[in-house]
């Protein structure tokens, strides 16, 4: 026999994040831990609760995967910049840069025309990220 669905209330969808930070705050600060467990105590809650409510595994595996699948992307691109960011920071693309742009440009004024250099390099690569990081 089929376990009926009970809708999840805000105030039980709330307990899993609850209990996440919690654990998370008190590993990181009082144990200064790593936040690995937290995390997985916290989807475990949340997969009980489901549970609770009439779901089957494979139905809250099947939303974790679609999750994973939907926050896949911009995981790797903010990986793929930081990866960029370090190549640039190793190869002293940056230090050049800051050296001959304060060559070039008068330090008065250096701030506020880097500011709208970054904002023309950041609309035209289509990357605030990327120009981010470099700053």
Request: glycine fraction near 10%; aromatic fraction near 10%.
């Amino acid at each position: 026999m089929e376990k009926e669905r009970k809708p999840i209330s805000f105030g039980l969808a709330v307990i899993p994040l609850i209990i996440m930070i919690t654990a998370m705050s008190f590993t990181i600060v009082v144990f200064e831990g790593a936040p690995h467990i937290p995390l997985i105590l916290g989807t475990v809650v949340s997969a009980f609760i489901a549970w609770r409510a009439g779901f089957k595994w494979k139905e809250v595996e099947a939303s974790i995967y679609k999750g994973i699948r939907l926050a896949l992307p911009a995981v790797v691109i903010i990986i793929i910049v930081g990866v960029i960011i370090g190549a640039w920071i190793g190869g002293g693309i940056i230090a050049t840069m800051g050296y001959y742009g304060l060559m070039l440009i008068s330090p008065e004024v250096f701030l506020m025309t880097m500011t709208i250099i970054s904002a023309i390099v950041a609309l035209a690569i289509g990357s605030s990220w990327s120009t981010m990081g470099t700053i």
